[in-house]
């Protein structure tokens, strides 16, 4: 007879007390959207298509209908985001999902939203590619093509929830951000996040800050013209609803003149509006906070800088470098596009920089060009998340 089997006792994780539930990563988007429009006070269209992993957000979000919700799910991509861009225009906070290919569906409709200046959530779920690829497998590889991934200088903010229970959270700033600055915005997930689950504690939402939409209702004097594209601080335009008394007014894809609207082809215009886009969301930036660091301090020997479902085994690599000695710091970013204000400095006040990716080093190229880091890759596309044994090992090469 083989030799008894030994009892081990698993001491209790430690957790803050509260309520807890189960939420997969598909599950907390749903609320996080569902809390998002609430804290906006604006009801919530959303138009989507099937597909894996992004389908279980349209199951879950058609069960909460009594929260403002209209659910569509169209005869295709294209008609799916069109449909919720349509909504946002008529004043509801249109939101649409997909995975990279469906994403790529979306792309010029995703541009149209930019030039409109309409409030759009876009949720990416990402998966293995290109083409039809992997599609029950995990990657992060659409990092540029949402950042990048549109025809001209088209200018979006990209967010990135980094485990199920914090999508809850990327969600609701993804509508903060999408109706404060009038503009569509990305929220990148995927495969591993979507169908994780994890022990979520259900947040008291009287911590978070609302944020109400005010819609445009002052017709103009006698004798002046209705201003869609005028501008506050922030330089976002004023949301009218059509059939607003007064305030009828034209809005489209082809460019146009600042203030009016009206169609305008002129140089001048142009290159003004497109500095007005641009500037728009770079000065996201001035709403989001600072970069942290999750673990370790700044200046030390090296960073290990991710994004997001590479989290958990980032933060265990790294804490246990830590325990075991060695100079070490983890950072992982939730704003990818704009970056924080801080993030240059802070990466530069380290020595080595690695970031560990599921793809073949899409975000270490963006901090490259944005700082002239000499951020080194950690690459992975098997389709199955990292490892904390890998990113241990890739600490330890960059340490020696």
Not at 33 to 41: D, E, I, N, P
Not at 115 to 125: G, R
Not at 178 to 186: C, D, E, L, Q
Not at 193 to 202: L, M
């Amino acid at each position: 007879m083989g030799a008894p089997f030994k009892q081990h006792h698993i001491a209790p994780a430690p957790a803050e007390p509260g309520l807890y539930r189960t939420v997969t990563g598909a599950e907390a988007l749903a609320l996080g959207l569902v809390a998002g429009c609430q804290l906006a006070g604006v009801n919530m269209f959303f138009g989507s298509y099937p597909i894996t992993p992004a389908s279980p957000l349209l199951h879950h979000l058609a069960r909460l209908k009594e929260f403002g919700i209209t659910t569509f799910q169209a005869e295709d991509e294209i008609a799916a985001i069109c449909a919720a861009i349509g909504a946002s225009y008529a004043g509801q906070l249109g939101i649409t999902s997909s995975s990279g290919p469906g994403i790529a569906l979306k792309t010029e409709a995703i541009g149209l939203a930019v030039m409109t200046e309409l409030p759009l959530v876009v949720v990416n779920s990402q998966r293995g590619g290109p083409s039809t690829g992997l599609p029950t497998k995990t990657e992060q590889s659409d990092l540029y093509q949402a950042v990048y991934g549109r025809n001209a200088d088209s200018p979006v903010p990209v967010i990135a929830a980094r485990s199920p229970a914090d999508a809850f959270e990327c969600a609701i700033e993804a509508c903060r951000i999408a109706t404060r600055y009038m503009t569509p915005v990305i929220l990148l997930t995927d495969g591993y996040i979507a169908n994780a689950a994890e022990p979520w504690r259900v947040p008291e939402m009287t911590g978070f800050a609302p944020f109400p939409v005010s819609f445009f209702d002052t017709p103009p004097a006698e004798g002046q013209s209705v201003m869609p594209y005028s501008r506050n601080d922030e330089l976002a335009r004023p949301w009218i609803k059509p059939g607003t008394p007064g305030l009828e007014h034209r809005i489209g894809g082809i460019e146009k003149a600042p203030g009016t609207g009206n169609i305008d082809y002129r140089p001048e215009v142009h290159q003004e509006m497109t500095n007005t886009r641009w500037g728009k969301v770079m000065g996201i930036a001035d709403s989001i906070p600072d970069q942290d660091i999750c673990l370790g301090g700044e200046g030390a020997e090296l960073a290990v800088v991710g994004w997001g479902s590479t989290f958990g085994p980032i933060h265990q690599a790294v804490r246990r470098a830590i325990a075991a000695g060695k100079d070490v710091a983890h950072i992982h970013v939730r704003h990818i596009w704009p970056p924080p204000k801080n993030l240059g400095p802070l990466l530069k006040s380290f020595k080595k920089v690695i970031v560990p990716e599921m793809n073949m080093g899409q975000y270490k190229t963006l901090l490259r060009d944005q700082y002239l880091v000499d951020a080194q890759p950690l690459t992975k596309v098997s389709g199955h998340p990292f490892r904390i044994a890998e990113i241990e090992a890739a600490i330890d090469r960059a340490l020696s």
